[in-house]
């Protein structure tokens, strides 16, 4: 029972950043005249990426025997990411 109640809360944990979490970055680094255009595109590459991630995990797996080189493939791509949204941020003093 506590295990199903771990899970709920971290389901839930994990919503709520998805849902939330976005809007939150975007409204502290983009001016609030293009909060609504920067959040639709979030939200719209977010989507995209949501409903095609399985399929691309699967035929990743698919073609690489495992799930090995994909989940690692995955992690250099969050890497990146990471590593692109640190150096792409503007200065405190451009805004």
Do not use: D
């Not at 109640?5 to 976005?22: D, E, K, Q, R, S």
């Not at 409903?51 to 799930?67: C, D, E, N």
């Not at 949204?85 to 503007?90: A, L, T, Y």
Request: charged share 10%.
């Amino acid at each position: 029972r506590a295990g199903l109640y771990a899970g709920c809360l971290l389901a839930g944990l994990a919503v709520g950043n998805m849902i939330t979490f976005a809007g939150l970055l975007i409204h502290r680094e983009f001016p609030s005249s293009q909060f609504n255009r920067v959040n639709r595109l979030a939200v719209g590459v977010g989507q995209i990426l949501y409903a095609t991630g399985p399929l691309a995990m699967s035929v990743a797996k698919q073609a690489a025997g495992g799930y090995g080189a994909p989940l690692y493939a995955c992690a250099a791509l969050a890497c990146a990411a990471s590593v692109v949204v640190w150096w792409g941020r503007p200065h405190r003093g451009r805004r």
